[in-house]
């Protein structure tokens, strides 16, 4: 069974403390991702990454950054939380190709006092 | 600019009825792929069909069916026989088949079926 997971369903953290958002696959996909959630807005696009250490700016990229080490792995980091990021991230995983579905995992629901 | 219109923010439906969530984009590409996928309370979304922009044929699949019409860029998905277990948020997107990272989702449709 193919799974995306996230490192933590519900995350509470202090404004301006450094977060971190785990997503691990385990189909060996080339492409991953990381979206915010809020209502209203649907899904948007904070990073990309095409393949381990290639990452590109999505559409919400201001506040967050990414690292991707390992083909499975894909990180979202907060460097500074602020209440404004309270939010639910979705990581996906995707084989490489545009016309291929994506995979998500559970989300993380994080709130920022 | 891509843009992906999902008008109907929230649907409320008797168990059986028949419904219609509507999904209406705008882009420039002639090459382009459209996805629904549901996210059910659960909250992982879950992939339900593709299209490719040269593909129009209508699709059925069990109570599922997908009307794609490039004229009216349009692509509606209807559930027929409306269960309780098809309560979730629907999401419509569109991915330019000349960008992997442009992909485009529309705000939601929530769905809820009523016993």
């Known amino acids: 069974d193919v799974k995306v997971t996230q490192s933590s369903r519900y995350l509470v953290k202090r404004t301006g403390e450094k977060v971190f958002l785990e997503c691990v696959q385990d189909?060996?996909?080339?492409?991953m991702f990381w979206y915010r959630q809020d209502p209203g807005l649907g899904l948007r696009l904070i990073y990309f990454?095409?393949?381990?250490?290639?990452?590109e700016k999505g559409d919400i990229p201001e506040g967050y950054s990414v690292s991707r080490e390992k083909k499975e792995r894909f990180s979202l980091i907060l460097e500074s939380a602020s209440t404004n990021q309270t939010s639910m991230y979705l990581c996906?995983?995707?084989?490489?190709?545009?016309?291929?579905?994506?995979?998500f995992g559970p989300g993380t629901r994080l709130t920022v006092l | 600019a891509q843009k992906v219109t999902q008008a109907q923010t929230e649907i409320s439906v008797v168990e059986k009825e028949d419904v219609t969530l509507d999904c209406v984009y705008e882009?420039?590409?002639?090459?382009?792929?459209l996805f629904w996928y549901k996210q059910p309370p659960s909250g992982e979304l879950v992939f339900l069909i593709r299209?490719?922009?040269?593909?129009?044929q209508n699709e059925i699949s069990g109570r599922y069916s997908w009307n794609f019409q490039k004229s009216t860029s349009s692509f509606n998905f209807t559930i027929t026989a409306s269960q309780v277990v098809d309560s979730a948020v629907y999401f419509c997107?569109?991915?330019?088949?000349?960008?992997?990272?442009?992909?485009?989702f529309g705000s939601g449709t929530r769905l809820s079926i009523r016993p």
């Open positions: 997107a569109l991915n330019r088949y000349s960008s992997a990272s442009k992909i485009i």
């Open positions: 189909m060996d996909h080339e492409n």
């Open positions: 996906a995983s995707r084989f490489r190709q545009v016309l291929n579905e994506q995979f």
């Open positions: 882009t420039r590409d002639t090459t382009y792929y």
């Open positions: 990454s095409y393949d381990v250490k290639m990452k």
């Open positions: 299209r490719n922009s040269f593909d129009e």
